[in-house]
């Protein structure tokens, strides 16, 4: 396990374990959404991102977080394990929450000036509340990410499910990171 894929719902806890999986396989962490959302939530342009993220999975190591498809060919041709998360939808949801709670109460930076707003929250469209996004797009990753894994051509890959805590913590002990 050198050049990671790791995918799953928003709030499903994909970048706390990239970041600590990256750490200990020393390689790189990348996180598509830093390099899609530009100042103002704006969206890179396709060919553009195509290039950025190209470059990004070039090395020989690295973590890549995200679930975009227009550059999943470039990130699963060069991978050799996509990490899956496939949290239960009330977990997930419960997470995500408190995370989106937590950054519009501090006001975390995201990605290049970006910041998640509270107000938001309360949006009944997907493309505005995070909640509702994740929510609707859940049962798609899931049918999307489980065919996949049976893809023949995708047969190189080796998927690891992650359908809970403890699966993420196993993940990290094999890969020598402590989960603390």
């Known amino acids: 396990m050198r050049r990671v894929s790791v995918v799953g ?23 598509l959404d830093g390099i899609f959302h530009q100042p103002g939530w704006q ?9 950025r993220v190209s470059a990004a999975c070039a090395g020989d190591g690295w973590v890549i977080d995200g679930n975009y498809s227009a550059v999943r060919d470039l990130i699963w041709a060069r991978a050799d394990t996509v990490v899956w998360f496939d949290l239960p939808r ?16 501090t006001g975390t930076e995201l990605w290049n000036g970006n ?25 798609t990753y899931r049918t999307r990410y489980r065919t996949a894994a049976t893809a023949p051509e995708w047969s190189s890959l080796t998927f690891v499910r992650i359908a809970s805590r403890t699966d993420a913590r196993h993940l990290l002990e094999r890969a020598g990171v402590s989960s603390g």
């Open 90 to 105: 009330r977990t997930m949801m419960r997470q995500l929450l408190f995370r989106t709670l937590r950054r519009g109460l």
């Open 43 to 51: 969206p890179l342009g396709t060919p553009e991102f195509r290039d």
């Open 9 to 31: 719902n928003s709030g499903s806890g994909k970048t706390t374990v990239g970041r600590a999986l990256a750490t200990g396989l020393g390689v790189p962490f990348v996180e």
């Open 115 to 139: 910041r998640e707003r509270l107000g938001d929250l309360l949006s009944t469209d997907p493309q505005e509340s995070i909640l509702r996004w994740a929510w609707a797009r859940h049962e």
